[in-house]
C-alpha cells in the first residue's frame, strides 16, 4: 500500500461504496453449511417491491445487521437470507394506476395474461431498486441467495403447502363473513384491517312490533345495512323484553317480517339491548344467524354501492344510501334520535378505505388446531420473545384466532391450486390442472382466479428459502432459524404466521428468539407519515452523513420493544464520534514506525509496559467482556454505548494524551511499548465498533499494520485473564481523579493551560505506590511545571490551593494567580457536599432497620465511608482556617 495513513478528513463517500463492493467481490458475506461450526440465521422481513427504504426499515436492518457481523465474527457460520416480496395488493395497485396513467386501461382489458407480465417487468424494476439501497445501508447478506415471495421455490413451497392443509382438513371453501375493500375490490385478514378511531353516530330507529303498538328501538352506525336485516336479538335475561321473544318486527322502509330471537351475545347494558341482526354483513350476526337459521341478504356490491336488492336506493354508494336512508326514516317518523359516538372503524391497511364486513364465498383456514402447537412453543420456552412482554400480544392473537381467509380477489399473487370440473362443478385441489374429472370424467376445468394473501407465502420464509420442502442440506443446517428482528407492529400479521406453519411443516420452531422493536417516531414523538409530511429519508442522511452515522443514531439509546425519537443533532453527534474515531486513527498511523514496529510482541515489550498502557489494556479487555455480555442479551443499545464511552473517553481523551511524551521520545524501548499498545487497543476497539460501524473500522482496519485481510471476517475479540489488571486499574484511576481535580481547580480559578504551576502531592502510605506510578501523567495532563511527593504538609505553602481525593491531599501554590476569595468560596462548598455525605451516612448507620437487615459487609463499607469523609472534612476545615486568617 503506497500511502500508509488515512486521508487528512473523514469523508464517507470516499470509502463507503467502494468498501461495499470490495466486500461483495471477495465474497465476505458467502456461507454454506460447515460441519465445523454453529449455524446462526436470520431471515431478512422481506421488504415490498413497491416501496423504497425507509426509517422503519433502516433500523429493522441495521439491527439484523449487528447480530449477523457479530455472530460472523464470532466465529459461527452465519447467515443472512435476503428476500423482497410480492406485496399482493400494494403492487397489483401500482400495476393498475401505471396501466391507466400510461394507456388507459384496466387489467380486464389487458387480459390477466399480459397484466402478469407488466407486473412481472415492475418486479424487476423496483425489486431491485429496494436490494441497491438495503447495500447503501451495508446490509452483509448472503446476496446469491437472494429470494423472491414468488420465485419459483416459494412458489413450489406454497402449493405443497395448500394442498397439505387441504388434504388435512384445515383448507375449506365457504360462505362467510369476511373483510371487504370497496376500493381494492378484494378480501383483506383480519390482520388487513387497521383500526381508525373515527366520529360516528348512533342511530335510533324505532322497529313496530306486527300486531302491537309496541315498537323496539334499534341503535345502529351502519343504517345503510338495514336493508339486510333478516332478525332482531335480545338477551334471554332481558326482562324488558322476554315477552317479545318469538313474535315479529317489522324493517322499516323495507316491510320485511323480522323475527325476534333469544341470543346470550347481546349486552345487555350496552345500547337499547335490541340489536338488529344482517348475517350478511356483520361477523357477529352472521354467528347469531347460523344459531338461529336466520336468512343470509347481502345489499351491497362489490364497490361499495347498495345492490338490485335496495330498491330506489339501489346504485347509491353506502354512505350516500345511508344519508337518504335517515332522511326517509324521518320523514315516516320511524327516526327517534341520532346520538354522537366516537368508535373504531376497520380500514383497508393498503388504502384506508373503510372495510365492509360481507357474506362471500372464499377459502378459509381452520385455525383451532393450527393455533396450538405455535403456542406450545412460547409456553415450553422454545420460542421466546425480546422483551418478552410481548408474550401476551402473541398468546391473545393466538387464543382468540377466528378462521383465516386466505383468497384474494387479485391476479398477481399465488394462484389458488384448486380446479373447478365445468361439468359436475366438482372442485380439485393439486398441483396442476387434473386430465379428467375424478367424478364425472369430464376433461374441461378452469382454475380459481383468486390469489392468495400475501401472508401465506410469507408464513413459509424461514424454510421455504432454504429449500422446503425439499429435504436440502441448507434446511436441516440451518433451520430451526435463530432470530427473527421484527417491529411490534407486525407480531399479528407475520410471526404467528410463520409459528403455526413451521409447526404445521416441519414440526419445529421457525426461530429461537424474536427481537422486537419499536417505532421510529419524529422529534417530537410524532409517528413518520406522508399526511404530516415528518417522513426522514435515510438514503439522505446516507448521502449527508455517512451510512455509519445512520446507524450508530438509530442504535444509541435504542432498547428492544420501545419507540425511539430521531434527532438530527444526534446524526451529528455520530458523524462527530466517527471524525474523533477517525483522528485518532490517523494519529496513531501517523506516529508508526515501521522499523520499531518490525517484530513486536506482547513479550517482547511486556516489560517495558507503563502503568498507563496496563491500564488501557485491561479497560479495553474488560469493555469486551461488557460488550459481548450485552450482545448476548440482545441490549445493542448498551453495547453501542460502552464502546462508544471507551473509545471516546479513556483511549481518545486520555490514553493518547498520556503516551504523547514517548512517542516523541528518543527512548525507541519506551516508543515500541506505547505503540504495540496503541494499535492492540485500536484493534479492539476498531472490531467491537464493527458490527454497528461497518464502513469506517473496515477502512481503518486496512491501514492497521498487525492485522491482515477484512474486519468482517476478523475474529471477534475475547476476553483475557490474563489482561485483566484490576491493581492497576485502581492506581490509574487515582492518578486521573487528581488530574481531573485539578484540571476543575485551574478551570474554576480561569487559569489558563498554558500556565504551569507546581503540584506538591501528600499520599497516604497505602496510595503512596500509585501516586508515583503515576506521577508523569500529571505533568503531561495537569499543566504541572514540577511534581513533587511529600510525607507531609511541612513544605506546603500557606497560601497552596487544597484538593483532596481518597488518601490524598494535593497543593498547587499558585502564589499570585489566587483570588483567595474564590478559593474559599470554592472550599465551602466542598465542605457543604462533604456535611451531605456525612449526615447520609449517619443517617443510615443510626438507622436500626438497616443495621438489622444490611450484611455485615456492607455496614462496614458505611463505616470506612464515614471515617473517609470525615477524615476529607477536617483536612478541608483546616484549609478554610488557613485561608481566612490569611484575609483577616
Known amino acids: 500500500m503506497e500511502n500508509t495513513n488515512l486521508s487528512k478528513t473523514y469523508d464517507p463517500k470516499d470509502f463507503e461504496s467502494r468498501l461495499y463492493s470490495k466486500w461483495m467481490e471477495d465474497g465476505v458475506f458467502k456461507t454454506k453449511p460447515n460441519p465445523n461450526k454453529k449455524p ?18 433502516a433500523l429493522d436492518h441495521t439491527l439484523q445487521d449487528i447480530l449477523i457481523r457479530w455472530k460472523r465474527m464470532d466465529g459461527y457460520e452465519a447467515l443472512w437470507q435476503p428476500g423482497t416480496d410480492h406485496a399482493s395488493i400494494a403492487t397489483e395497485v401500482k400495476v393498475v394506476e401505471r396501466i391507466k396513467k400510461e394507456e388507459g386501461k384496466t387489467k380486464y382489458e389487458l387480459g390477466r395474461e399480459e397484466f402478469l407480465k407488466r407486473a412481472w417487468d415492475w418486479r424487476n424494476e423496483f425489486g431491485r431498486k429496494i436490494v441497491n439501497q438495503m447495500q447503501q445501508l451495508g446490509d452483509s447478506c448472503d446476496w446469491e441467495r437472494e429470494r423472491f415471495t414468488m420465485d419459483e421455490g416459494c412458489n413450489k413451497a406454497v402449493t405443497e403447502f395448500f394442498i397439505k392443509l387441504y388434504e388435512k382438513g384445515q383448507i375449506y371453501r365457504g360462505n362467510r363473513i369476511i373483510n371487504w375493500c370497496p376500493d381494492c375490490k378484494t378480501t383483506l385478514s383480519d390482520a388487513e384491517v387497521e383500526h381508525e378511531e373515527h366520529d360516528g353516530h348512533f342511530y335510533h330507529i324505532k322497529y313496530q312490533i306486527k300486531d302491537s303498538d309496541e315498537f323496539l328501538e334499534i341503535a345502529t352506525t351502519r343504517p345503510e345495512t338495514m336493508i339486510g336485516d333478516t332478525g332482531i336479538a335480545v338477551n334471554p335475561d332481558d326482562e324488558r323484553y322476554k315477552h317479545l321473544i318469538g313474535k315479529t318486527a317489522i324493517l322499516p322502509i323495507v316491510g320485511r317480517e323480522l323475527p325476534i330471537v333469544a341470543d346470550d351475545y347481546v349486552d345487555l347494558e350496552f345500547g337499547t339491548g335490541a340489536v338488529k341482526m344482517t348475517p350478511a354483513h356483520d361477523p357477529n350476526d352472521f354467528e347469531v344467524g347460523v344459531r338461529h337459521n336466520l336468512e343470509k341478504i347481502n345489499v351491497m356490491n362489490e364497490d361499495g354501492t347498495m345492490n338490485n336488492l335496495c330498491g330506489k336506493y339501489e346504485g347509491m354508494d353506502r354512505f350516500e344510501c345511508r344519508k337518504a336512508l335517515i332522511d326517509d326514516l324521518d320523514k315516516e317518523g320511524l327516526l327517534i334520535k341520532i346520538k354522537d359516538h366516537s368508535h373504531n372503524v376497520g380500514t383497508c391497511y393498503r388504502c384506508h378505505t373503510i372495510v365492509e364486513p360481507r357474506l362471500s364465498d372464499q377459502w378459509f383456514v381452520k385455525m383451532d388446531e393450527l393455533a396450538k402447537p405455535a403456542i406450545e412453543i412460547l409456553k415450553n420456552q ?5 422483551p418478552d412482554k410481548f408474550d401476551k400480544t402473541y398468546l391473545q392473537w393466538l387464543e382468540n384466532i377466528r378462521d383465516w381467509c386466505i383468497s384474494r380477489q387479485l391476479w398477481w399473487g399465488h394462484q389458488i391450486p384448486a380446479y373447478y370440473c365445468q361439468e359436475c362443478k366438482e372442485i380439485v385441489v393439486a398441483k396442476e390442472m387434473p386430465k379428467k374429472c375424478p367424478k364425472c370424467e369430464s376433461t374441461h376445468f378452469k382454475q380459481d382466479e383468486d390469489a392468495l394473501d400475501t401472508w401465506f407465502s410469507s408464513a413459509l420464509w424461514p424454510f421455504s428459502t432454504l429449500g422446503w420442502p425439499d429435504n436440502t442440506e441448507e434446511l436441516d443446517y440451518y433451520f430451526p432459524t435463530s432470530v427473527l428482528v421484527t417491529g411490534y407492529d407486525i407480531i399479528f400479521f407475520w410471526v404467528v404466521r ?12 421457525p426461530f429461537e428468539h424474536v427481537l422486537v422493536h419499536g417505532l421510529v417516531r419524529d422529534s417530537q414523538g ?31 439509546g435504542n432498547s428492544p420493544g420501545n419507540d425511539m425519537r430521531f434527532y438530527m443533532e444526534r446524526v451529528e453527534f455520530a458523524r462527530n464520534f466517527a471524525n474523533k474515531l477517525w483522528n485518532a486513527s490517523r494519529f496513531v498511523f501517523m506516529n508508526i514506525d515501521s522499523e520499531i514496529m518490525n517484530g513486536v510482541t506482547r513479550e517482547s515489550v511486556e516489560a517495558n509496559l507503563t502503568l498507563a498502557d496496563k491500564w488501557i489494556i485491561s479497560r479495553a479487555n474488560n469493555i469486551v467482556k461488557e460488550v459481548s455480555h450485552n450482545m448476548d442479551k440482545f441490549e445493542l443499545g448498551i453495547a453501542l454505548q460502552k464502546a462508544y464511552d471507551f473509545t471516546w473517553s479513556e483511549y481518545c481523551d486520555w490514553y493518547i494524551e498520556m503516551v504523547k511524551p514517548r512517542l516523541y521520545s528518543e527512548d525507541k524501548d519506551a516508543k515500541q511499548a506505547a505503540l504495540y499498545t496503541l494499535t492492540y487497543v485500536l484493534e479492539k476497539i476498531l472490531k467491537l465498533l464493527h458490527p454497528f460501524m461497518p464502513f469506517i473500522t473496515e477502512e481503518i482496519y486496512t491501514y492497521l499494520p498487525t492485522v491482515e485481510g477484512s474486519i468482517v471476517v476478523a475474529q471477534w475479540p475475547k476476553y483475557k485473564e490474563e489482561d485483566n489488571m484490576e491493581k492497576e486499574e485502581e492506581m490509574m484511576n487515582l492518578s486521573m481523579e487528581g488530574i481531573r481535580n485539578i484540571r476543575n481547580v485551574r478551570s474554576e480559578m ?7 504551576a ?7 502510605d497505602d496510595k503512596k505506590e500509585a501516586i508515583e506510578a503515576g506521577k508523569d501523567y500529571f505533568v503531561t495532563l495537569a ?3 514540577e511534581l513533587e511527593i511529600a510525607n507531609d504538609e511541612t513544605n506546603v505553602p500557606e497560601d497552596a490551593v487544597s484538593i483532596v481525593i481518597d488518601g490524598v491531599k494535593i497543593f498547587i501554590p499558585l502564589d499570585e494567580l489566587v483570588d483567595f476569595a474564590k478559593e474559599i468560596e470554592r472550599l465551602n462548598k466542598e465542605k457543604s457536599k462533604l456535611e451531605g455525605e456525612i449526615k447520609r451516612v449517619n443517617g443510615k448507620l443510626s438507622n436500626q432497620g438497616f443495621l438489622a437487615k444490611a450484611p455485615e459487609s456492607l455496614i462496614e463499607e458505611e463505616k470506612a465511608k464515614k471515617e473517609k469523609f470525615e477524615e476529607m472534612m477536617k483536612s478541608v476545615e483546616e484549609r478554610l482556617a488557613n485561608l481566612e486568617s490569611k484575609i483577616k
Open 40 to 57: 446462526f440465521t436470520i431471515m431478512m422481513p422481506p421488504p415490498n417491491i413497491t416501496g423504497q427504504l425507509h426509517m422503519g426499515h
Open 382 to 386: 422454545e420460542l421466546k420473545f425480546v
Open 498 to 509: 410463520m409459528a403455526f406453519a413451521s409447526m404445521f411443516c416441519t414440526n419445529k420452531k
Open 526 to 556: 410524532r409517528k413518520m407519515s406522508k399526511s404530516l409530511g415528518n417522513g426522514i429519508d435515510p438514503l439522505e442522511i446516507i448521502d449527508q452523513f455517512g451510512a455509519d452515522a445512520l446507524r450508530f443514531t438509530l442504535i444509541t
Open 750 to 756: 480561569n487559569v489558563p493551560p498554558s500556565k504551569k
Open 758 to 764: 507546581k503540584v506538591i502531592i501528600v499520599p497516604t
Open 783 to 785: 499543566s504541572a511545571s
